[in-house]
Nanobody, 114 residues
Framework: VQLVESGGGLVQPGGSLRLSCAVS????????MAWYRQAPGKQRELVAR???????DYKDSVKGRFTISRDNAKNTVYLQMNSLKPEDTAVYYC?????????WGQGTQVTVSS
């Protein structure tokens, strides 16, 4: 199973980014898909989660600004991030679990700074 994130970068406060997570070796439509982030010196935390039936959960601080979605045909998960704040700066990781294990991508850096 391989997860490859992309779309990170440097953005000014108030800006937007869309992260993508291309998945191979497991079927996105059958799994819970999630985005986590880890800021320097902090623990990794759940940002958003999307179940296979379409329900979603968000970290309180990103509600109304971030949206998780998936394209089952492309086996890809997205995280649309709007109104970004400096405190959103972190490495963002894609995660999924299937009956055989838990899988992580390599992460993509998001830096929000003026």
């Amino acid at each position: 199973v391989q997860l490859v994130e992309s779309g990170g970068g440097l953005v000014q406060p108030g800006g937007s980014l869309r992260l993508s997570c291309a998945v191979s070796g497991t079927i996105v439509s059958l799994n819970v898909m999630a985005w986590y982030r880890q800021a320097p010196g902090k623990q990794r935390e759940l940002v958003a989660r999307n179940t296979r039936v379409g329900s979603t959960d968000y970290k309180d601080s990103v509600k109304g600004r971030f949206t998780i979605s998936r394209d089952n045909a492309k086996n890809t998960v997205y995280l649309q991030m709007n109104s970004l704040k400096p405190e959103d700066t972190a490495v963002y990781y894609c995660n999924t679990n299937d009956p055989w294990g838990s899988y992580w991508g390599q992460g993509t850096q998001v830096t929000v700074s003026s």
